[in-house]
């Protein structure tokens, strides 16, 4: 009886230690190594707590920093009990076990899991360890389930407006793009962040802005100037100027109708 213990307790440890090495993988395909390209020693602090209530996918990113037209939306509901809800679409809802694997980055949900690029306000930026980039925003009700009962009204952007830069001072995160076929292409450089922390006056500030370059995330000092109806953006050899539609000091609306436009909150 003393030897079958013995016995348990090894397999048992053997069995622990080797999972920690195995890599997570998402329901039929390919395991992903989760802490590439992490430090050993570095370590993240996400809590599952952090994520409680429902997340509903507003845009979705080609590792190429390409714009993926979204037919499959992606849900997510996590529960104070530690179980988590998900659908794609239109499919079965799943329901599972939530949690949060070391180095504290990589979050389960159910039969998926993601590694945890950014928790900013209600806003969850997760990498499916495949091909995209999948970018969330927390809701009181999943559209899904507004379809039939509510009334979905949707802002529509016609008309250039004049903003003031005191009502663009902040920090302004984007969670949604909307793009034309064709309108976004590899060397597009993508707007993901921008920061206006100073000004001169209502038509000049500073700051710094983050965007895709390539394959990577890049962040510079930037200049913003606002031009009648356009905000321009000098970040070094970059330069940006899009027409304003929004600038409430709640959410900044910014683009070209037709080609790229940019939705963005405070934070």
């Known amino acids: 009886m003393q030897k079958f213990i013995v016995t348990s307790i090894c397999l048992?440890?053997?069995?622990?230690?080797?999972?920690?090495?195995?890599?997570?993988?998402?329901?039929?395909?390919?395991?992903?190594?989760?802490?590439?390209?992490?430090?050993?020693?570095?370590?993240?602090?996400?809590?599952?707590?952090?994520?409680?209530?429902?997340?509903?996918?507003?845009?979705?990113?080609?590792?190429?920093?390409?714009?993926?037209?979204?037919?499959?939306?992606?849900?997510?509901?996590?529960?104070?009990?530690?179980?988590?809800?998900?659908?794609?679409?239109?499919?079965?809802?799943?329901?599972?076990?939530?949690?949060?694997?070391?180095?504290?980055?990589?979050?389960?949900?159910?039969?998926?899991?993601?590694?945890?690029?950014?928790?900013?306000?209600?806003?969850?930026?997760?990498?499916?360890?495949?091909?995209?980039?999948?970018?969330?925003?927390?809701?009181?009700?999943?559209?899904?389930?507004?379809?039939?009962?509510?009334?979905?009204?949707?802002?529509?952007?016609?008309?250039?407006?004049?903003?003031?830069?005191?009502?663009?001072?902040g920090n302004w995160g984007v969670y949604r793009r909307q793009a034309a076929p064709g309108a976004v292409d590899a060397k597009t450089l993508l707007i993901k962040n921008l920061k206006i922390t100073s000004t001169d006056s209502e038509q000049k500030g500073y700051g710094e802005v983050t965007f895709y370059n390539s394959d990577k995330s890049e962040t510079m000092p930037c200049v913003i100037t606002i031009q009648d109806t356009a905000v321009e953006i000098k970040a070094g050899v970059n330069q940006w100027t899009f027409p304003v539609y929004k600038a409430d000091g709640k959410e900044f609306v910014f683009g070209t109708i037709g080609k790229l436009l940019y939705f963005a909150k405070s934070f």
Do not use: C
Request: proline content about 3%.
């Open 12 to 169: 048992f440890l053997f069995t622990a230690g080797n999972a920690q090495q195995q890599r997570i993988k998402r329901r039929g395909v390919t395991p992903v190594t989760t802490n590439s390209g992490i430090s050993k020693n570095e370590t993240f602090h996400f809590k599952l707590e952090d994520f409680y209530g429902k997340w509903q996918e507003v845009s979705r990113t080609h590792k190429n920093n390409n714009i993926v037209s979204i037919t499959d939306t992606i849900y997510l509901f996590f529960k104070d009990d530690n179980k988590v809800e998900t659908r794609d679409g239109s499919k079965t809802i799943i329901k599972g076990e939530a949690a949060i694997y070391p180095p504290g980055n990589i979050l389960i949900a159910a039969a998926d899991s993601y590694i945890i690029i950014s928790k900013t306000g209600e806003l969850l930026v997760l990498d499916d360890g495949e091909t995209f980039i999948h970018t969330f925003k927390k809701v009181n009700q999943f559209w899904s389930e507004t379809v039939g009962k509510v009334a979905v009204s949707q802002d529509v952007f016609e008309t250039a407006i004049h903003p003031s830069m005191s009502n663009l001072k």
